[in-house]
């Protein structure tokens, strides 16, 4: 780099990203916590966001933009596609220059080493395990022990290089804040220092003196409705006269720089009248506690019964009751919020932000700009994860407004501890579970109570709780079943959508309480589960009747094989090994709601497809298997196909992503879509070949007889008369309860799942280790092995977190420091199985995998635990002071 000059005290990561427009460079966190922002200064790993344009001035500095380009990727770019290591990608460049100075220092590092190299770099999706594969072929690819050149992915079926990946793993994919137009103004919010206030005054004159500043917007200046409706319409865009929680939006600054838009936020005066914040549900719930809303405190209350549950209680052979808590866990995905916003040429407000339901946004930014929905397009940007958290909105309504106020591009960027603060979390559940069996183990009766924090608004809170509910029995038959739950209002953060949807909190308390009941009767986990698990034709306690695709008894076979291997005796004493086990079952799609999908393909005048899907791609992969499926179905080579999603201009409606839902369903869509242009091309190239549609097939690029493939017709020369369109839709069969009949279908399939793990208990600190991890999931046929074994492991990854480490405080905790989620150094072996049940369902046998992979983990740890040590966990994240306290409560001889 050149001598710094004027630019001497500017961050490095802001030089390269807004000086050089080099915005391959991405920022986590800020603070030097997650190394997405890593860089080589003279041959050195540094993190970008921690050293300022003079420490840099005269050295050579090489950022991902430098390693490789689209056309010329560097070796350790195209092992990064070809091992599968990118989901969302926004962790990606820094890992791909870890990986540069690790191999450059040490060409041929070990599994341990890598991952000791990685620990400083956060990903969220992958759960590593790819990552270090892909280090490991990248050092094979330098010292040219493989000569492979870049698989190009051309066949629909199969492990193929995502579509996305090339992209991700040079720096230009255009995330939300990566995009800046001329003449942008910047955008940044004022937000409340308290969980619960009246707002006296609003006093913005201080900010609008202050260089730059161009205008503060509250919520009288929102032209439409003040209100954002995820599942209930109960959320100000900016507050009106109250604040309910901590970080609440009060006011926008707007500023020509993002800086004089900060000091303006440092200077708006808001006074407020502190009012006591109500902070546990309990306390929501007590006679006389003030109401948050004016319908009161209980957002939704749900109840599931089945059969008489006391009788059955009463005359079980064994009856266990417990209490289990679980805490509010962070999203933590790389990418903070961020987005812009623009008027196009029609005058229509584009919104390019991160979303999960851009039909849903549309609808709502309209809404709130008092404008038809037509006036406004939701473009997805590329999405540096989601997991749930991003079906809220975050930047979109504010950066819609400032651009339809101001007639001027304008953009916004969260800091990490912005997203910690005001985006949504997991709800903390308090679960008491009563279940009685016989003493052959067959489960005879449930109850459980559910009590949910849902925070200060109700985002998806009444979904998460309805599927809590709903999937409480596990997979399993249970012939007397009574849960109740309530969602309660309180003024912590807000509770909404996070991988799993309620249902990692349920299966924690009834896969403890099913280790219990075997452990007490001496019988095998395993065995126990099979007695009383699933298969097609049992009823569920909702009366559904399942089909033939249920392959849980497959996924208790699978793992039983791993079950009865000898644990490690390394390090013992001091080291205590155990082996847990636990289950999960996961409904496909929105819950009670027969769920619709629509996609469209496209035959170009070139003869290329193109598939238009309102999925959204946020590093799941989606888009990549909607192209398999479509080139699949079309008979054509990946190679021949493009994938656009996420727009509400271009694609049809998909409703969320969210709930593992769109595999199945948009897949269903894009191959419904498939039929018809099939059908018209088998038609149309009849007519020009003189040969009966019916003696024709689609083959790559052309449509051929099939007795003699030389007689053909290209795809180009069909649709020389302009571009063939065909719509898909798919409508799934899932009903509400109804008065009508007994049965309701929540959920038309089901994914399943077992996972066995064996941790190491450090009988001196409490340290829990997970070593091992063997997964066994029936998703049905994976579309994309390579993608779903990525899913699976960034899941169980996840898992772990959710069991051991992650705990978010309201109040205190601020970001990666005070939050930790896994890292390279924790990654288990991992075994990933895919099963099926007898007749597989869905686009190609496809169901769905997205979230079923993290709820297992947390009761399989716990289990685990207690294996280990005789500790059985009710809270989660396992407190390591607690195992620590009680180990030494008990003399050696207990364990031996
Ligand atoms: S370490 Fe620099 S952005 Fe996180
Ligand atoms: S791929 Fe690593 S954070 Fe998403």
């Known amino acids: 780099m050149r001598p710094a000059g004027e630019n001497a005290h500017k961050r490095l990561i802001d030089f390269l990203r807004n ?67 990118v989901q969302c990608g926004f962790c990606t460049p820094g890992m791909i220059m870890a990986t540069k100075a690790l191999l450059d220092a040490n060409p041929h590092p070990s599994r341990g080493e890598i991952a000791r190299a990685l620990r400083g770099h956060l990903c969220r999706c992958t759960g590593y395990v790819k990552i270090i594969d892909a280090v490991l072929l990248a050092a094979d690819y330098l010292m040219g022990a493989v000569n492979t050149p870049v698989p190009p992915g051309v066949q629909g079926e199969g492990s193929v290089v ?31 220092p308290h969980p619960y206030a009246r707002i006296l005054e609003i006093d913005a004159a201080p900010a609008l003196q202050l260089p730059g500043v161009i205008a503060v917007f509250t919520a009288r200046d929102v032209p439409g409705i003040n209100r954002y409706k ?101 999203h933590a995905y790389l990418e903070p919020e961020a987005g812009t916003a623009y008027l196009d040429e029609e005058g229509r407000i584009v919104v390019y932000g991160p979303t999960q339901a851009p039909h849903h946004d549309q609808r709502e930014i309209a809404k709130v700009l008092g404008l038809p929905a037509e006036k406004v397009r939701m473009r ?27 007639w001027r591009p304008s953009r916004m960027v969260y800091t990490r501890e912005e997203s910690f603060l005001a985006t949504t979390k997991r709800h903390p559940f308090t679960i008491t579970c009563t279940t009685g069996c016989t003493r052959e183990g067959l489960i005879t009766a449930l109850e459980m109570d559910i009590l949910a924090d849902t925070g200060a608004y109700a985002s998806a809170g009444p979904g998460v709780l309805t599927r809590a509910v709903l999937t ?95 644990l490690s005796r390394e390090g013992a004493p001091r080291i205590l090994r155990g082996r847990g086990v636990a289950s999960m079952w996961y409904g496909i799609g929105r819950t009670n709601s027969s769920n619709i999908c629509e996609a469209e393909i496209v035959l170009t005048t070139g003869g290329q497809i193109r598939v238009y899907a309102g999925a959204t791609e946020m590093g799941q992969g989606c888009g990549t298997v909607l192209g398999q499926i479509a080139a699949r179905a079309l ?117 399943f799942g077992t996972e066995m793990t064996e941790v190491a208990v450090d009988t001196e600190t409490g340290q829990v280790t997970v070593e091992r991890v063997v997964a066994a999931h029936d998703c049905g046929h994976p579309v994309n092995p390579q993608t779903a074994e990525g899913q699976v492991e960034g899941g169980i990854l996840m898992g772990v977190g959710f069991a051991l480490k992650e705990r978010f405080v309201p109040g205190s905790t601020e970001n990666f420091r005070s ?78």
């Open 19 to 85: 000086d050089l427009r080099l915005t391959g460079t991405k920022e986590g966190c800020g603070r030097g916590h997650c190394g997405s922002c890593a860089v080589l200064i003279d041959g050195k790993l540094r993190r970008a966001c921690r050293i300022t344009v003079g420490q840099a001035a005269g050295r050579h500095v090489l950022s991902i933009e430098g390693l490789g380009t689209p056309e010329h990727p560097h070796p350790i770019q195209r092992a990064f596609m070809e091992a599968g290591a």
């Open 162 to 192: 995502r579509l996305d990946a090339l992209a991700k793993v040079t720096g230009t994919a255009v995330y939300g804040a990566d995009l800046v137009l001329p003449g942008t103004v910047h955008v940044k919010a004022v937000r409340s």
């Open 230 to 330: 995820r599942q209930r319409e109960d959320q100000p865009v900016l507050a009106e006269d109250v604040v309910r929680f901590c970080g609440e939006p009060v006011a926008l600054v707007v500023a020509e720089t993002e800086a004089a838009a900060e000091r303006g936020v440092q200077v708006v005066r808001v006074d407020y009248q502190v009012l006591p914040p109500l902070l546990d549900p309990a306390a929501s719930l007590a006679a006389g506690a003030p109401s948050l809303h004016p319908g009161g405190n209980i957002l939704a209350e749900e109840r599931l019964e089945r059969g008489d549950v006391q009788p059955a209680l009463a005359q079980a052979d064994l009856l266990i009751r417990e209490t289990y808590r679980t805490t509010f866990n962070e």
């Open 380 to 406: 997805q940007c590329v999405v540096g994860g989601g997991f749930g958290g991003k079906i809220d909105m975050s930047v979109q309504c504010f950066v819609g407004l400032v651009t339809h106020l101001l």
């Open 472 to 566: 409480a029995t596990g997979p399993y038959r249970i012939p007397n079943v009574r849960v109740h739950g309530r969602s309660v209002y309180t003024n912590n953060p807000i509770a909404g959508a996070m991988r799993g949807y309620g249902v990692p909190q349920v299966a924690f308390a009834l896969e403890s309480q099913i280790d219990m009941m075997a452990q007490r009767l001496g019988l095998d986990p395993i065995d126990l589960r099979r007695r009383n698990g699933l298969e097609g034709g049992d009823a569920t306690a909702t009366g559904q009747v399942l089909g033939r695709d249920v392959g849980y008894q497959a996924t208790l076979e699978a793992v039983k094989n791993y079950w009865t291997r000898p």
């Open 635 to 751: 008979g054509q080579d990946l190679g021949r196909v493009t994938v656009v999603t996420g727009d509400s201009l271009l694609t049809p409606d998909a409703d969320t992503t969210s709930a593992s839902r769109q595999t199945y369903m948009s897949g269903m869509a894009v191959v419904a879509a498939a039929r018809e242009l099939e059908q018209e091309l088998l038609q149309r190239a009849s007519r020009v070949l003189d040969v009966e549609a019916g003696a024709l097939v689609l083959a790559d690029g052309a449509v051929v007889a099939g007795s003699d493939r030389r007689v053909r017709v290209d795809l180009a020369t069909l649709a020389q008369g302009g571009e063939l369109r065909r719509r898909g839709r798919y409508q799934s069969t899932a009903t509400r309860r109804s008065e009508a009949s007994d049965a309701t279908i929540p959920y038309e399939v089901y994914s």
């Open 819 to 896: 939050y930790h989620i896994p890292t390279a150094g924790e990654v288990p072996e991992i075994i990933s199985l895919f099963v099926t049940g007898p007749e597989p369902c869905g686009p190609f046998g496809a169901k769905g995998l997205g979230e079923c992979s993290s709820i297992a983990m947390a009761p399989a740890i716990a289990n685990a635990i207690f294996a280990a040590c005789g500790y059985r966990p009710r809270e989660l994240p396992v407190s390591r002071n607690e195992l620590k306290e009680f180990m030494a409560s008990k003399p050696l001889s207990y364990y031996i």
